[in-house]
Each structure stands twice: as structure tokens, then as C-alpha cells.
């Protein structure tokens, strides 16, 4: 008696399944880890440079310390450790839009997230007519011994900063800086944040 | 051979529906995993404009929000559109330079029975960069907010937090049935109009052409 | 399985059958089933349950937190401009000090302290909505600059105020249960992201509450 042929068939599909099963498995392995390929687009500037994002363009101004802030029209803020203030423009690309996100990336390798534009650590960045540079701030509290070396990244998202741009900003911020700023009395005056530093085309 | 080639036919034709269909089975994979493009790009762009027909926009729309529903539908033309020299800053200072004023007057055609209220008003130039009635935070002695609706009768509108249909507060009038808003916008002085855009929630909106030459 | 195999089984079965009672058999079950969940931890020491006793002006820890509790006081104006109070405050001074590697942020310093035993307490910043004071949220405030600590950064210490407000028309309490909670760095299982969850009260002890000196 031969083997029924109507058997064959049925046997391929089998293996054709299986096969499709590794496949996708290996497939899987194969593409990017997810937070890897999700990473936002970073842009790396130093004071004084301009990053160029999705959304419009940062030209970073000054970076300044102080164990004191005071905002204009607000509190000040007295800090166990120092504030580090950083002064921006943010000229939007297109339509209006702001900047929603920082992080301190500390000496040591640390991300420490910020958001909001009020409290101890903060980033005020609204960008106002297109092509206009906006005049933004972010003050962020850190351990001293933290910020020699130091980094800022800005972002549009303060929910989700994955697959947009992100400006990766060189505070430039060396241990005599510190030294010095840990030694101020007086407190930090921070510039207003939200007007616009020009009102001509480039 | 010829046995394995009338073989190879007999499987073509045992499995022809099964063929016919795969490629429709493919785009219905396709589809079913696409609820991404539609939450994070669909619904997130211009891209339902509403119908025009000799400069008149009929804008088709619903509001809904999971609690409450209700339609939005109303007819958008533009009754005039030109450069606001005249406007200056809140206690008379000139507009800064760089900068230019354009006053938008749209004409509305609606039921008063609609509400209307909470729509965003927003400039197209030439470039394709798009400009908010507020974008410059400047202090303009003019109507900035875009203004979806008549000030003193707004018609109809919904309780923040209710989810009672919208209705008109006791004591006010109803919203004529077609009326006129003002916006001024600040754009770049470079900045060339080209159409004016309005909408609720997109991707649905309304544009409509506007010429800027008329200075 | 072969047959010679399969008949070598049935009669092993059959004389274990014979020298142990179903209870014997039972029993080395569930002794074999003990021994193998040591494997898993299940041999490891039980954490005796309940916080540790916590003691006014003694650092504990307190994930992410190093924590003091300095005092406890009662007062009825803060001297803050735009205060309008809705009773008594009562607060307890403590210094924290963020031992982690991230940022700690409103809700979870706010967390980090709850009193126990007092009625009466308004359980949010606003609102009229009192409660028992287990249920209270506290503001909490920096001493040096009287601002809201709204997010505490690594390797910093502050001194800060808890802040609850109780209704007037209860009795003023002599003292309160501090109960001091740690919470644990951790992946959320729903979304991924890394953030502090499980709060879990660690320290608890009875703190005095004194009134305060005011100024008038």
C-alpha cells in the first residue's frame, strides 16, 4: 500500500508554519533594541553656537551659577547646592512651537530630568512668530560636585522625547566656575524669558 | 515533464481563490495594524478640508470627546482681508519693526442652534509657515483671540465639566444666524498671506484663499 | 518505554505500596515539594513585619531618602503673603536628603511622610474635604526660601517643612504617629518608563506636637 500523496500537501504546510514562526523570531532578534532605536536626534552645541532641530533653532548665550535665583516678579530660591542657569534662544522652524524638556546629564553620567516652567529646576521656552528668536531659560538645581563637565539637553516634549531632535548643550562648566559661583552672596538676577530678542528678519 | 507541469497547473488551479485573496489578506494585515498612522499622524494634521465652492467653505464637523457629543456646522467665507497698519500696542506704542498686522474679517453662516464656540484661526503664507493669531505675545490693542463667534451673543456653549448639550445662558440673546469676527494677526514682515485656515478638531479644517496684495 | 522497563516500574511502585502508608508517601511530598522551593527563595528569613521605630532627631533611611525628623509644631499663620489658612497648620521640620541617582518629584517627596491618629485633617493643598490624617497629602516647603519643593535633586539635603492643615473645631493634638514611607526605582509594567513606585512605610514613631513660637 503507497502512502496516500494528499498527505504531502498538508506535511508542507506544516513546515512552511514553523518556518514562518522562525522566521519572525529571527526577525525579531535582528531589528534594533527598542529604547535604542526610539533615541531621540541629538544636536551638540557650546555656548555661543547655534543647534539646529526639527522644530527651529537653538542658539545657546550664556550659562551662569549661584546658590541663589531670583526670577523676575518671583521668589528667590536659596539652594543647599547651586543653581545653573542657562540662556537660550529658541527661533521656531514653520509654525509656532516651545521647549518643553530638559535634562542635566551631570558629570557622573546621571540624566536628571526636568520640566515645567516654574519650581526649583525649570525650563521656560515658548517660541514665539516663526523665523523670530525667542529669549528662553532653564535653571536647573545640582550637587556641585556634580557639574564640572556637564551637559543640558533641551527638547520639544516634556512627555515624550523619542524620535524628535534634542539640543545637547556644552555648559563649558569647569571646577573653578564652581569655586566661584559656591562663593556668591548675591543672589542670581535671571533674565525674563518668553520675549523676543528680535523682531527683524535675520 | 509533462505530468510534473500538469502537476504545477493542478496546484495554480486548486489554489486560485486562496491566491485571489492573499493579496487582499495582506492589506488587511496592513490595515489592522495601522491604528498608529491614524492616532499619531491622521489625526494630528490638515488633512479633511472641508469643501469650496465660489469662496465658501462648508465646514462638516462633531464634537466629541467620549461623554459629550454635538455638530459643529457652519459656512466660512472671507469678507475682507488687508494689512492693519493702524493697529499699535496696548497704550499706543507702534508694533516693533520686523513685524506687520493683517486684519482678517471672516463671514459666518450658521443655524444659532450650533455651537461654535472654541474653534483656532491661524495665517498660511507663501512659504508654508503657519501663524497663530497669539504666535507673537506681543500686547496688540486689538482682537487677538481669535474670535470663532460674536462677543456679546456667542450662542450656544457647554458647561466645562457638564455633559448637558450645549445651550444658550438665560438672559442672553441667540447668535444671528450670520455674522462677521475680527482678528488681527502679527505675522513676520516678510511673511506673504496666502490662505487663512480654521478649524475645531482635525484633521478636518477650512482654508480659504486670501490676497495679500491689496496695500 | 519498553516492556521489560514498564513491568520493572509497576513492581518498584508496588513494593514502595507495601513498606510506606499513603500518609508516609504523602508527607515525602510535601517535604520534597518544601525543599525544592528553596530554590526559589521560599527557605529565605521572613522579613518581620511592621516599620521600624522612628525617633525624633535620628536619621533613617527611607529609599530614596535619608530622613530626619527634627520636631513637630502646631501654629496658625504661616507669615506667608497670600495664605488664607482653613485651620491649624501642623507641621513636622525634617531634613531629607536624596541618597538615589535620580530626581524626585512632587508627589512622591509629598508621599514620603504621613501622619497617623489625627482627625480631621484636609486631605489636599484646597479644598474643604477633611479626613483622618492617614489619608492627608502634605505640602511640603523648603525652610531657606519658604518655596514648595517641587522636585529634590541628587546628592542635595534640604531642610523642609511637612505641612497639614486640621480643622479648628478639633481638639489641638499633643502628638501624632510620623510614618515615613520608601518607595522603590523600578520599570512600570504598564509603560516601561523607570520611575519611584511602591511606597511602603518604613520607620513610624510618636512625635510630640508643640505649639510654636508665633510672632505677633
Partial sequence: ?202 | MTSTMEHRRGWWRRNRWGLVALPLALVLALAAGSSRLHEYWWKRGFHEQAPVSSGVATLTDEYDDGYLRYPIEARYSVASFRPADDVTLYGGDPLPSGVRAWRLSLAVEADPDVALSGCTVALVDTAGNRHGATDSGLDVDAPRLASCVPESTPGPRTTYGSTAPPAVPDGEDPRPPTYRTDTVFVLPAEAVPAAVRLWYALPRYVELPVDASAD | MTGAEDNRLRRWVLRLSRTLTLRQALSAVAALVVLASGLFGGLATARTSGPTELVAGEQVHAEPFDVTVERARWLTDLGLEGETPRGRYISVVATIKNTSDHPVYRSEIRDTMRLHGLDGVFRRESGKETGPSEAATPRVLVVADASELASAAPGLEYEVVFLWEQAEYMPVPEDATVAVAARTWRQSTLDDQYLWFDPTVTHAGSIAIEKAKEES
Fill in chain 1, 1 to 202: 500500500m503507497r502512502a496516500p500523496t494528499v498527505r504531502r500537501p498538508q506535511a508542507t504546510a506544516g513546515v512552511l508554519v514553523v518556518l514562518a514562526l522562525v522566521l519572525g523570531q529571527w526577525l525579531h532578534q535582528q531589528l534594533p533594541e527598542r529604547a535604542d532605536a526610539s533615541r531621540p536626534f541629538e544636536e551638540p552645541v557650546a555656548v555661543g553656537g547655534t543647534a539646529s532641530l526639527r522644530s527651529g533653532d537653538v542658539e545657546v548665550l550664556s550659562v551662569d551659577g549661584a546658590p541663589s535665583v531670583a526670577r523676575k516678579n518671583g521668589p528667590v530660591l536659596l539652594s543647599p547646592g547651586l543653581f545653573v542657569a542657562v540662556e537660550f534662544t529658541f527661533t521656531p522652524r514653520g509654525e509656532s512651537s516651545s521647549l518643553r524638556y530638559g535634562e542635566l546629564r551631570d558629570n557622573s553620567g546621571r540624566v536628571l530630568p526636568f520640566f515645567g516652567s516654574s519650581g526649583r529646576s525649570s525650563i521656560d521656552c515658548v517660541g514665539r512668530l516663526v523665523d523670530r528668536p525667542t529669549r528662553c531659560l532653564a535653571v536647573v538645581e545640582a550637587d556641585p560636585a556634580s557639574l564640572a563637565g556637564a551637559g543640558l539637553a533641551v527638547a520639544p516634549s516634556d512627555i515624550d522625547e523619542r524620535w524628535d531632535s534634542m539640543a545637547v548643550v556644552d555648559l563649558g562648566i569647569d571646577a573653578d566656575d564652581v569655586t566661584e559661583w559656591s562663593a556668591r552672596k548675591q543672589f542670581l538676577d535671571l533674565p525674563q524669558a518668553g520675549v523676543m530678542t528680535r523682531t527683524e528678519a535675520p
